[in-house]
């Protein structure tokens, strides 16, 4: 764990998002970036990708400066903050998915939130699912206290299965006795085109409420709009995709 600089945090949730099996359609990744750049957020921290990746799943890359001179570019979790408003901070945090030592991996979370005095963190996640690529984004999630979805109208997610690095960290920061939401978006599995700014767009709808957070939203709104039309015109061209889309609007509609 590399701490950059140690600012004055108050009431500061932290946003966390993992790219790969946890960030179908990039939907998680774009909507954290998305708020990173609309913070005009700063760096804070990064946890050191040596112990916890194979890099001959998840290459370094190279780089070309504008000096001319290369460098390595390694996949670590990066930490930035930003001012939500004039009396609160938010700290975003984002990387790929990590390949080994989840646990050590969290400890090193937990690290960094007990430094930093963060007690409350929410977790940006998107799944493929048989849903229909026109209708609203259905957003689900799970929390420590299950009223705070009630609130905002967040269906609970009733999933079991193989998980990700995002419902390890759920489970490890509930251990912890710290606060956590965990937000997911359903995306449509036939859909391959990434990133997806329907799924980031009703992440970040969700999300404000929730943390009182407040970013101009309608350039992400005319990027989801023309990212449907894009899949409206693909799905018209291609007889077998347009009719799975039949069958599921049809088995939608008996349901």
């Known amino acids: ?12 949730p932290l946003l966390l998002a993992f790219e790969g ?29 040596e112990e916890f990746f194979d890099f001959t799943v998840a290459r370094p890359q190279v780089a070309i400066g504008e000096d001319g001179a ?7 979790t990066v930490f930035r903050y930003g001012s939500m408003d004039p009396r609160r901070e938010l700290l975003l945090g984002w990387g ?3 390949h080994l030592r989840w646990r050590r991996y969290g400890e090193q979370l937990l690290s960094l939130l007990a430094r930093l005095g963060v007690s409350r963190v929410v977790l940006l996640g998107a799944y493929l699912a048989d849903v229909v690529y026109s209708r609203p984004v259905v957003v689900t999630g799970s929390a420590t206290d299950d009223a705070r979805l009630e609130e905002h109208a967040i269906g609970a997610s009733r999933y079991e299965g193989p998980t990700g690095i995002v419902g390890v960290l759920g489970e490890e920061l509930r251990r912890a006795g710290i606060e956590f939401v965990s937000l997911w978006a359903g995306l449509p ?34 990027e989801a709009a023309r990212f449907e039309e894009d899949v409206s015109a693909m799905v018209a061209s291609d007889p077998e995709l347009g009719e799975y889309v ?10």
Request: glycine share 8%; charged share 25%.
């Open 1 to 12: 764990m590399r701490l950059f600089v140690r600012p004055t945090l108050r009431e500061a």
């Open 21 to 49: 099996w946890n960030d179908a359609g990039e939907a998680a990744s774009m909507a954290l970036r998305y708020v990173a750049d609309h913070l005009g957020s700063a760096p804070l921290a990064e946890i050191d990708c």
């Open 70 to 76: 290369r460098r390595i570019d390694w996949p670590h």
């Open 96 to 98: 790929p998915e990590p």
């Open 189 to 222: 599995h036939y859909i391959g085109e990434a990133p997806n700014p329907r799924g980031a767009l009703a992440l970040l709808e969700r999300l404000g409420p929730m943390i009182g957070l407040r970013v101009d939203l309608e350039p992400l709104r005319a």
């Open 246 to 255: 039949r069958q599921l609007k049809r088995r939608g509609f008996v349901q």
